[in-house]
């Protein structure tokens, strides 16, 4: 990509209308999920709200949580992600791909991608975000309050479709806004003398309802000092948005972002003069896509409502428990006109008068049993269980009644074809994310900082190289391909098992029998793709004078300038 294009000339007062207008319409479009979301998750985190008809007693039955962590484990897997060069420069290849396990670990992003997918299934989308971090790409689970996209984008297609979306609920302190060389000085200094007294979180007008809501949901975890928080310094919330506009200059969709806190703009550029790309930084996935609505049902929706009433019956069963071990007793007040009807608060051992003798004498408070509720209770465990597909086998739990093992591999087998789906849009979105990972790394190239990578040999011995980014650098780029281990294997078991059968047919092929030992050395987790050709390649030929013995083995990372790779037509 060009970085030195000539900068756009562009109306601002343009950008800002059609900014406005978008953050209102986006923000409106995701508010009507506010509600069911923050429900969700208080139902996950065991908290609940009492009241004094349906849910008397602060009890809550784990099914959200149960039901989340049960697919989790199921979809917890993490991905293989492998950049192949199109230009088959298996060096380059080698080089990019131990950069990228390299920065997993850096960006400690298997933990990222456990709450990217956690978020998924309790509010129906996540959304990750790309930046440029420390000589180093950057990853950040967006909380799905802070991400807006505008509501005519194809949930499908939010790429290609979606003109305007924007990172809300940035809190900087004024320290970090001042330290930043892109903004704008002049806004900073206005700033600065708004907010010179000012302590703790700033608020403005526009991103009230934001943080309010923010504040309400950590209230609700037991952080009751949120309005007030014990600060050393003002905090602003900054909003990044991001808008395509047309540019006749350069013929295309340009994507302009506009940095603001409260009413000043810090920074409005496009995209491209400041990070060398012109597409979001945003990857956003759900499971359940529609074509008019981009904030879709999650696991938690379908699990929201039949928890809500499982609270509700199992509190009524605490508190009917515990009333029948008071012991109440109503006796006889003898009638009065000066006795007046009252709410008798239930107590131990209370007494209650009556105007009348019940019994002559007295008579015990009788509370008649819920038991029959939990049979109900069960039936809706149930149905939940069948709508997302996390059975009590999945669970670890075990049937009731005599079931066959053919019977638990059946239920097995058809729960987990249908998680499997969850997991189909899951590897898109990853397979999109390590794709703009990499248009990411390339674009910004002179800011990435060479790195020491350590590489074991088929021999067991570790190798270093400083590598940076002109080491794996192709120009015709790289595909990058998405694959979970487990299922890589169950494949290449039945795709062995298929050349196998098919391979008695031509016993002389060898090219057949290549591709069926390549299959097999696939089923070996660990084992590189250097490592799989390296083996084949010995298999195949004898080996030529000079080749290295036990303790002269080449390093994985071994260059070879003379040795040309085969172009790509």
Known sequence: MDTKQKPLSIDENIISIRVQKYCEGAKQYQERRHQDWRENYSLY???????????????????????????????????????????????????????????????????????????????????????????????????????????????????????????????????????????????????????????????????????????????????????????????????????????????????????????????????????AINFYPFVSWADDIEKTDV?????????????????????????????????????????SEKWIPQTYEAVPWGWYPTAGDPNKTTKRVEIPELSESLDEM??????????????????????????????IKLMLQSSNERITSVAKFYRVARRQFGEKWYRFLMANEKWIKPVELYKKSHKGNYYKEVVGTADWKDEAGYVCKVVSTSERNQKNIEEVQKIQAVAGMFPENVPLKRIMKKKALDLIDGLSQEEIDEVLDFDEQAIPEGTPVDGAVPSPFARNPQVTPPVAK
């Open 295 to 335: 904030y879709s049902d999650g696991v938690g929706d379908i699990v929201r409502t039949p928890n809500k009433i499982l609270n509700s019956w199992f509190s009524q069963l605490v508190e009917n428990r515990t009333l029948r071990n008071y012991g109440m007793t109503f006796y006889d007040a003898t009638a």
């Open 45 to 275: 985190r065991d908290k609940v709200q009492t009241n004094r008809l349906t849910q008397r007693q602060s009890v809550n039955v784990p099914l959200m949580k149960e039901t989340i962590r049960t697919l989790l484990s199921k979809t917890d897997e993490f991905p293989d992600l492998y950049f192949e060069s199109l230009s088959n420069d298996k060096q380059k290849e080698i080089f990019l791909n131990e950069y990228w396990k390299w920065w997993l670990v850096a960006d400690n992003f298997e933990i990222k991608d456990v709450v990217d997918k956690k978020q998924e299934g309790l509010y129906g989308r996540s959304t990750m975000k790309l930046n440029l971090l420390e000589g180093r790409p950057a990853s950040e689970v967006l909380e799905p309050y802070d991400w807006v996209v505008d509501r005519y984008a194809d949930p499908s297609d939010l790429d290609g479709t979606a003109m305007y979306q924007a990172h809300l609920n940035i809190f900087r302190s004024l320290s970090q806004i001042e330290a930043n060389p892109l903004y704008n000085k002049e806004a900073v200094s206005r700033l600065k003398v708004q907010y010179a007294q000012a302590m703790g979180l700033a608020r403005s007008e526009e991103n009230i309802k934001q943080l309010m809501a923010r504040n309400e949901r950590m209230q609700d975890m037991g952080l009751w000092d949120i309005q007030n928080p014990a600060l050393g310094e003002a905090f602003l919330n900054l909003t990044e948005h991001y808008v395509k506009i047309w540019s006749e200059e350069r013929k295309k969709l340009v994507i302009w972002i506009r940095v603001t806190a409260d009413t000043e703009v810090l920074l409005m550029k496009p995209l491209e003069d400041l990070l």
């Open 378 to 407: 069960q039936f809706v465990i149930g149905m939940v269980e069948k709508a997302t597909a996390s059975t009590a086998t999945e669970k670890g739990v075990k049937e009731e009644g005599d079931v066959t093992l053919g019977q």
